[in-house]
């Protein structure tokens, strides 16, 4: 275990949960109209660990990381579409009459 003072260099991401109040809606029904919840900041995130809303400051962080990571694997999804059906059904299989593809439509 090594010692240190002051701040850490790098922000740890938090573990986040939805809020069990408004269900990660941000919003809870009122008597008459919906209101911003207060048990997470109207935010709809609360820290997994002990269940309390984060400061803004700190949301905004990780909502940020978070969105990052998610970016990521949207960027490598769209780079690399996975090989499935769509890709078999537009290969030639010569089954068709005169070795045209068959589809079966």
Do not use: H
């Not at 984060?54 to 962080?61: K, S």
């Amino acid at each position: 275990m090594s010692r240190r003072t002051g701040p850490s260099f790098k922000a740890e991401q938090i573990a986040l949960a939805e809020c069990a109040a408004c269900r990660g809606r941000a919003v809870v029904m009122g008597v008459f109209y919906e209101v911003a919840c207060t048990q997470c900041n109207a935010s709809g995130w609360v820290s997994a660990d002990t269940g309390l809303p984060l400061p803004l400051e700190m949301l905004v962080t990780q909502l940020g990381m978070r969105l990052r990571v998610v970016q990521g694997q949207v960027n490598r999804l769209i780079q690399s579409p996975p090989a499935g059906l769509a890709d078999y059904y537009e290969q030639n299989n010569r089954r068709g009459a005169g070795g045209t593809n068959y589809t079966g439509d």
